[in-house]
């Protein structure tokens, strides 16, 4: 057994300590990876670390501050990556073996934005294959662990980041959210999750997996951090046909917007979430105790109705593996990533390539969205669906009327079993019941933690209107100076897990 350093804190914590030079950001980076090094056997979280660069990029960090040139809230400090977000010159492999020895040619918009506020690399996070998964176990290379039960699962796809997280190697870590990937991992870690408004933030350079409802969004402690990365982040895109416009209203200054009030602040309970059937009794438990402590700050809460809830789940698997099928056309063998060595011929490269390359749950989904496209079905499955999804953003703008946010519970459950549903595509799927409405919708939600059930982190969801991070991250802040959730924090009992 290894011993660890001590976690590293909040984004905040760290600030404070490198502002009054009680530490320095090459300090820092060596604490996060030694953490990160001495966890690797019993939770997995990395799919790769970068010792060496990241050490320099902290001293030339270091340099700068001694000469009162900080960057950033960021300058300086260690964060992490999902493994399908560009940065040049490190591999870049989606959890996939279709993408092995992959090097990525160019930094994402995102990533670029990091870096040039001076933030530190520290390595990449393991993921579910191409982000197709809830649980972090359809990754080609290890299941990543949740550092709150090394026997449990951290969540999908973003796993890895937010485990990275939740186990004090860094404060920060970006992770994408397609369907609930940011959002349900955070709630199974502990950890405070951000999905944005669709097109907030640039997508180039993440690799796509449903390009309609992929969005990039950070990990933290706390939502203020959230906040402050965000503000980095975020904003228009010229490379990104689907980033928005700089506008007034789409301002980026969310931390100006922290510490308010939830006085007269409506907050809505949609019905259909809120149902005893399919929900664990002591997560709706703890979830329903947070909604009380915002109407003891003064909020009011309503019932609001989104009534096709229900088709939900199906419109997704129905919308996001068609735009799968297409994406994942372009992993072929001929350009880039593994090409089978076993082929005779150029269809036969393609085909025994595609196979040997792409996982199991990768491969259920390209099927099931090729199927959906297909001459004859195109009506039947895709047409059908787009126009559910405008019924699902019509009940969103319909609550929102009545309405300033709204809340429900992240997951339905706690961080299951290693295991416990890889035998079922199904429950599987059901894991993202609460958030895929969200990206389907293309509107903000974050996930915080409200409290422990069998001794696992709970998540509480926020959602808000289109544009309205700033309503929702103080919504989010405010609950956190009411609480201290957020402060509990996993001790990681190395060798716990055993070794996959």
Known sequence: MTDLVAPLGSLRQLRAALDSGETSSVELVNRALARAEASQATFQIFVSLRPEAARLEAEAADTRRARGQVLSPLDGIPVALKDNLLHKGDLATCASQILAGFKAPYNGTAVQRLLDAGAVVVGRTNMDEFGMGSSNENSSLFPTRNPWDAQRIPGGSSGGSAAAVSAGIVPVALGSDTGGSIRQPAAFTGVVGLKPTYGRVSRYGLVAFASSLDQIGPFAHTAEDCALVLEIIAGHDPHDSTSLPDTEES???????????????????????????????????????????????????????????????????????????????????????????????????????????????????????????????????????????????????????????????????????????????????LSDVFTVSANLAGIPGISLPCGLAQGMPVGLQILARPLDEGRLLNVADAFQRLTNWHEQHPELKLGAGGEA
Do not use: W
């Open 251 to 429: 301002a980026t200054h969310f931390s100006e917007r922290l510490g308010g009030s939830v006085e007269g602040l409506v907050v809505g309970l949609p019905r259909e979430y809120f149902v005893e059937e399919g929900i664990d009794a002591e997560v709706l438990s703890k979830v329903k105790d947070a909604v009380s402590v915002l109407e003891k700050a003064g909020a009011l809460v309503r019932e609001v109705s989104l009534p096709h809830t229900r088709y939900a789940i199906a419109t997704y698997y129905l919308l996001a593996t068609a735009e799968a099928s297409a994406n994942l056309a372009r992993f072929d063998g001929v350009r880039y990533g593994h090409r089978s060595k076993q082929a005779h011929g150029l269809l036969e490269m393609y085909k025994q390539t595609r196979s040997e390359g792409f996982g199991k749950e990768v491969k259920r989904r390209i099927m099931l969205g090729t199927y959906v496209l297909s001459a004859g079905y195109y009506d039947a499955y895709y047409r059908k669906a787009s126009k559910v999804r405008t019924l699902l953003c019509q009940d969103f703008e319909d609550a929102f009327d009545q309405c300033d946010v709204i809340l429900t519970p992240t997951a339905a459950e706690v961080a299951f079993k290693l295991g416990e549903k890889t035998d079922s595509a199904l429950s599987m799927y």
